[in-house]
């Protein structure tokens, strides 16, 4: 793809972005986005049925990652008995990767030129909880942005009072009631935290800890989108736990939470769509 983020304007990349997969899937609008995080890319499967799916490089302005690994996909999925359309991005960018913020936040801005009025932000987390046991899904009621990074440019004031929408919580607390709220803290990365910095964190009013969602958020409210937030607590953050992090923890916590959260998920997607029709 030759455009980059150096001589182009993010929000027309985005534009030309909705509009390749517009014309790619046959799906002129999108209504809900959803990007799937660590521990939460079984769900795709459940949503509904597979309109269209690509490699995110045949669409503009979505890069592989800086080290190998799978490129994301995209898809588009019309949810089972609705004509509830969902822009399935199956990978991020993520802020450690050093391209800058744009890249980072080029997936929402390309979902709000699609259609969507409503993003599903997934991601896996540490918790600061004890009593969220790795494979734990927790609302995000609200966040930090600890990144010392922004999407936005110039004096753009935008509210973010009530950023992760209360109606959309309480969805979810009625597909799954008691599901946990939490307050996200978005690190830089790609380190894990030390025990002092999770220390921190939890002294400035956070309880989940990680390196993405917290810029996308912010993006994704100034392109006019509601937003529902789902972290997967795959493992204790430093120090809270006696043993030290391992990816492996990570991963397993993943694969054994995975079919529960991914049902939640699309249950969730399910009741947000019937809610879309029966306002439209
Ligand atoms: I999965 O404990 C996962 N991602 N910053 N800290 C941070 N990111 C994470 C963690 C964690 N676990």
Known sequence: ????????????????????????????RHDIAVV??????????????????APATDVEGFSAPALA???GTLRSIKITGTDVHVLVLGARTHYYEGKGVEPVVH??????????????????????????KPGTAVLIRDQINFTGATPLRGANFVDVTDLYTPRLREIVQRVQPGTPEGVYMQFSGPSYETPAEVKMAGVMGATLVGMSTALEAIAAREAGMEILGLSLVTNLAAGISETPLSHEEVIEAGQEAAPRI???????????????????
């Open 36 to 53: 799937l995080g660590s521990g939460w890319s079984q769900a795709a499967d459940l949503i509904g049925e597979e309109v269209w799916q």
């Open 1 to 28: 793809m030759a455009d980059s983020f150096d001589s182009t304007d993010p929000y027309a990349l985005a534009k030309r972005a909705a509009e390749t997969i517009a014309r790619l899937s046959g799906v002129p």
């Open 107 to 132: 997936g929402m801005r390309t979902a709000a030129a699609a259609g969507c009025s409503t993003v599903v932000l997934t991601n896996g987390c540490g918790g600061l909880d004890r009593s969220w």
């Open 69 to 71: 690994g799978h490129v």
């Open 262 to 280: 991914s049902r939640l998920l699309a249950e969730s997607l399910l009741a947000i769509a019937k809610e879309k029709e029966s306002s439209k």
